[in-house]
């Protein structure tokens, strides 16, 4: 078949059996292809046999119903890209299996492509505007190469999606990991902790081990490399020296990181060299059937990174309780000598303020190194996003296809930037550091540049305002009240059903102004409504919507610092609305 004929032309011959080939190598790359024409199918499957992308083939999955692809679907919802007939058992099965797809299953990563031999059943504007669909083609025009730059296109946008999504994932895990982590006083708890968190940091597969090794001292007074923490087939083997429970070749790699100190990559292994700054080298072997990828070995770096000053503080608070329990018999055996006694006592207290000030200090850097990730994580994120809106612009004029799948890219580059926002804004206010820039603002123009770039992103969305009963200026901090509009309006598009409607409004309230942005989304159940504003808490209903549990906590915080409240008012089903009150009096 020539790449430019038509592959469902009035004139096309049936196609012939498959030869018989030898199973390639790399996994395949599955296509879900939906049509109630065997042709289709056999054509499809005929045309692709002989493509490859990124070294991978290609491998259809047939249904010849929008019902048999629902089955399908429910068993296996990991296709990348869909193609999907809009005619089938009905005029518009294959529109109600799009949105079957994007809403009943929430799959948002899946690509998919409209394939109709009947344009006039649904008019391709009236499709793209009204389905949240990636690519339309009408089967009279579609050759073999726009069939294929079509698949590809959809799998290097699903492909983008995933990698979006296991970042942000990521970091969640670190830093949810890194808070529970830094509370642990024990160093063996310490230790074990980080062995069961480093398994969730990256997704450790089925039949993967972890374990930890330090040197130690044996009675012979020699040192010994010595598992002191495992996970898998290493958790019977704590306490053991490393060459009675291990391979060679495992004992060779984490003799060689302890000496050169660098962490090594390889094909099923990754050992990990965690230092710290006094009390020595740790080194971790994670084991696994598949390698890390590239993204996992960034995340596991930054994971040892973080934790190395969490474990300076464990040792420090265990030698304090050492010495603690030390001063303790002294004073029970030793009670005649006072003067050695409060000598020691001096000295404890010396220790502890020592402890203390490194503490403090630590804290300080942890500051210091979340903003360095923040920055690190800008610059990338910028660069993808003005990537983006230079396509964008691009393809209004050239290739109106790919808008869908632009909006898709800067959506998910907003959500990542969004949660930076938040979390460095909520660790500020945690710590007391935040210095607020108070000066006049106008509400209405605040509510008006919040909601301009949500109109941009969400275009099928529908948002309403009523602002004529504000003031013309209220005193506070924009940049921080721009925040909390940012989080509510947000929550309400991301807690409701697509397309969304958003109501923003304002007013005064007696001596108060209030800001109210509604929704008619899920709801909070009544037990939750009290729990909404702590920090890290989600609702039960929340499931499969991305967040972090974050941003209604600083929003309470801001509007607390401006001397306001929030309320909260929601009926499961109907919709949520939060309400912010802010004093109307003046500098």
Same mark, same amino acid.
């Given at each position: 078949?020539? @790449? ?38 056999? @054509? ?248 890390? =990828? ?66 403090? /200090? ?26 983006? /809106? ?23 580059? /907003? ?6 926002? =938040? ?165």
């Amino acid at each position: 078949m020539v @790449m430019d004929d038509l592959l469902f032309g009035p004139d096309d011959d049936q196609p012939g059996q498959d030869d018989a080939g030898a199973t390639p190598a790399a996994e395949p790359w599955t296509i879900l292809v939906v049509d109630d024409e065997p042709q289709v199918h056999a @054509m499809t499957s005929v045309l692709l046999r002989d493509f490859e992308f990124e070294g991978r083939p290609f491998q259809i999955v047939s249904a010849l119903s929008a019902a048999e692809a629902r089955r399908t679907l429910a068993i296996r919802p990991d296709f990348p890209v869909a193609l999907i007939d809009v005619v089938m058992e009905q005029e518009d099965a294959g529109l109600r299996l799009v949105r079957h797809i994007r809403e009943d299953l929430g799959n948002h990563r899946m690509r998919i492509i409209l394939r109709t031999g009947q344009p006039g059943q649904a008019p391709e504007r009236e499709v793209v505007v009204g389905y949240d669909i990636n690519d339309y083609k009408s089967k009279t025009e579609l050759t073999a190469q726009k069939l294929y730059t079509s698949l590809v296109s959809g799998l290097r946008a699903w492909r983008d999606i995933v990698t979006i999504e296991r970042q942000r994932q990521g970091l969640e895990r670190i830093l949810s990991a890194s808070s529970r982590l830094f509370a642990t006083r024990s160093m063996r708890a310490l230790v074990e902790g980080m062995v069961e968190q480093l398994a969730r940091v990256v997704d450790h597969v089925e039949g993967g081990a972890i374990l930890a090794c330090r040197p130690t001292d044996r009675a012979d007074r020699s040192r010994a490399l010595t598992i002191i923490a495992g996970t898998g087939r290493h958790a019977a083997h704590v306490g053991v020296p490393a060459t009675d429970a291990l391979p060679v070749d495992a004992v060779a790699a984490i003799a060689e990181a302890f000496a050169t100190e660098t962490s090594r990559f390889g094909e099923h292994r990754c050992v990990l060299v965690f230092r710290t700054l006094e009390h020595g080298t740790t080194v971790f072997a994670l084991d696994r059937p598949e390698p890390y =990828s590239l993204d996992e070995q960034r995340l596991l770096e930054v994971f040892c990174q973080r934790m190395s000053v969490g474990f300076d503080n464990v040792c420090l608070y265990e030698d304090l309780v050492t010495l603690n329990q030390t001063l303790e018999r002294r004073v029970a055996d030793r009670t005649a000598e006072l003067a050695a006694n409060q000598k020691a006592l001096i000295l404890a207290k010396e220790r502890a303020e020592l402890a203390l000030e490194r503490e403090l /200090q630590a804290k300080h850097e942890q500051r210091q190194f979340l903003a360095m990730v923040s920055h690190e994580f800008r610059t990338p994120l910028a660069v993808i996003d003005s990537a983006a /809106q230079l396509l964008t612009r691009r393809a209004q004029t050239t290739d109106t296809g790919m808008l869908d799948r632009l909006g898709a890219i800067r959506m998910g580059v /907003q959500r990542l930037t969004m949660l930076i926002d =938040s979390y460095l804004t909520d660790e500020r206010l945690q710590s007391g550091n935040m210095v607020p820039d108070f000066g006049t603002v106008d509400p209405r123009a605040l509510v008006r540049s919040t909601l301009e770039p949500f109109l941009l992103a969400y275009p099928g969305h529908q948002f309403d305002t009523a602002l004529d009963g504000l003031p013309a200026a209220l005193y506070g901090d924009g940049h921080l009240l721009g925040l909390v509009l940012v989080n509510l309006i947000n929550n309400a598009i991301k807690y409701s059903e697509s397309p969304a409607r958003i109501t923003v409004s304002g007013g005064c309230d007696g001596v108060n102004l209030y800001l109210e942005v509604a929704d008619r989304g899920c709801g909070i159940p009544e037990n939750e409504r009290a729990r909404v504003f702590d920090r890290f808490f989600r609702g039960t209903n929340a499931g499969g919507v991305p967040g972090t549990g974050i941003g209604l906590h600083t929003v309470q915080q801001i509007v607390q610092l401006h001397g306001g409240a929030i309320r909260v008012d929601s009926r499961v089903g109907q919709g949520t609305a939060f309400r912010v009150l802010l004093p109307l009096a003046t500098e």
